[in-house]
């Protein structure tokens, strides 16, 4: 079985601008870390404040940093030993982050004057996705062509989306062919001399992915009726 190397962590960022409102989208990994921060420090300011409100609804002040004083961490047991603020760049870390840790995290900037700069974070903390298992569930010959069903599922692993390619390597290519459609089960017909017979699933969720490949030419020069593994 191989699979496409997968990178220690992804983190995805969308930023929209909403009026003096930013908000950016943040896919995390459980168990990694996140890392919170502005994308221009704001000048001058006289003192910021973190917040959240977690899916659960519980809602926390996480820490109040007035420039030149010490940081008043909130009393919040949800992030003992977890959360780490940052002054030099006015994030914060949580480290590890956790699925019960996605929220809406909200970093208000006092710059005086009686206005509050605003910045939200949407926090999605979602399960790694591993290698997913990539099956043929049949293939039969029929005037001259090979009929497949492949079968790729991630056990245990929720909003996940799976995208198709075939290909002549399991090394993946630039001349690769995507294929239409985004399920986990995936018909195809092939030639008997084709020779794009590698078959690749991309299994992924906003935070991370992973890919395994099956080649199917030796099922269709004999074909059978049953359950393959893609080694």
Request: glycine share 6%; net charge negative.
């Amino acid at each position: 079985m191989e699979g496409a190397l997968r990178p220690s962590c992804l983190l995805l960022l969308l930023v929209l601008q909403r009026g003096g409102c930013k908000e950016m989208e943040v896919a995390a990994i459980a168990g990694d870390s996140v890392q919170l921060q502005p994308v221009k420090l704001p000048e001058p300011w006289a003192g910021i404040t973190w917040k959240v409100t977690l899916d659960s609804a519980e809602t926390y002040r996480i820490v109040t940093f007035n420039k030149g004083e010490p940081p008043d961490l909130g009393s919040s047991p949800h992030f003992i030993n977890t959360v780490a603020f940052h002054p030099e760049n006015l994030s914060l870390q949580i480290d590890p982050v956790k699925k019960s840790d996605s929220g809406l995290y909200t970093l208000e900037v006092d710059p005086g004057g009686g206005r509050v700069n605003i910045t939200k974070f949407h926090v999605s903390v979602l399960d790694r996705v591993w290698q997913p298992n990539l099956t043929v569930l049949s293939a039969h010959q029929e005037l001259g062509q090979c009929y497949v069903t492949l079968s790729c599922s991630v056990p245990g692993a929720e909003r996940v989306t799976f995208s198709w390619s075939q290909g002549t390597s399991r090394i993946p290519s630039d001349r690769d062919h995507q294929l239409l459609g985004h399920q986990s089960l995936l018909h195809v017909v092939i030639n008997a001399d084709s020779s794009d017979a590698i078959y690749r699933c991309n299994a992924s969720n906003r935070a991370s992915w992973d890919a395994d490949t099956v080649d199917v030419k030796p099922l269709c020069d004999s074909p059978a009726t049953g359950r393959y593994s893609s080694v």
